[in-house]
């Protein structure tokens, strides 16, 4: 078993959190990195713009191409590159995503660092070296049973709701669209 990263943006966090959960999807560009990935082979889902680990897939088949919509409401989709999955966890909210940005691994994660996780650009169907995807394995499987809130906040907040994403509660009420706390009138 063999362990890579699998990217969402804000927007299709929230379009895959409404979906079946059962088919990953990546960019053309990315098929030759989709070959090395195979069944029961684990994603590690990475949501950009604000560093969260929103969940672990198990691969059961693929790579295959499939243009129909699974990202888009109708025309091509811009992630042919497609894997049969189950879900072995995935944060809907955003705030039970794990943080990820290289100060949270610092002070949560140090061996990640140790084996070369910091600063680097990781692009989807990245490997990652087994010792620190254990360590992200066991982290991500912690949260899905303790469900703790790790606050989204100032830019981060800005940059998800930017990027698409919803927080679909009584958060859109209090911060708005500019992710700033209002003030009562």
Not at 120 to 129: A, D, K, N, Q, V
Request: proline share 5%.
């Amino acid at each position: 078993m063999a362990y890579y990263i699998s990217h969402f943006d804000p927007k299709t966090h929230r379009i895959f959190s409404h979906s079946l959960r059962t088919l990953s999807g990546h960019e053309e560009e990315h098929e030759g990195y989709a070959q090395k990935v195979q069944p029961g082979d684990r994603l590690i889902c990475y949501v950009t713009k604000v560093s969260r680990i929103a969940g672990l897939f198990e691969v059961l088949e693929g790579p295959f191409r499939d243009d129909s919509p699974l990202y888009v409401d109708e025309g091509k989709d811009p992630y042919p590159i497609r894997f049969r999955i189950r879900a072995l966890a995935w944060f809907d909210d955003i705030e039970k995503a794990i943080p990820a940005s290289d100060k949270d691994l610092e002070e949560r994660f140090p061996i990640l660092l140790e084996n070369g996780w910091k600063g680097r650009r990781l692009r989807s169907l990245t490997h990652i070296p087994d010792v620190a995807a254990k360590v992200i394995e066991e982290e991500i499987l912690r949260q899905d049973r303790e469900k703790k809130t790790y606050p989204l906040e100032g830019r981060k907040r800005r940059e998800f709701l930017r990027h698409g994403g919803k927080f679909g509660d009584e958060r859109d009420l209090l911060y708005g669209k500019s992710g700033k706390r209002k003030k009562k009138r």
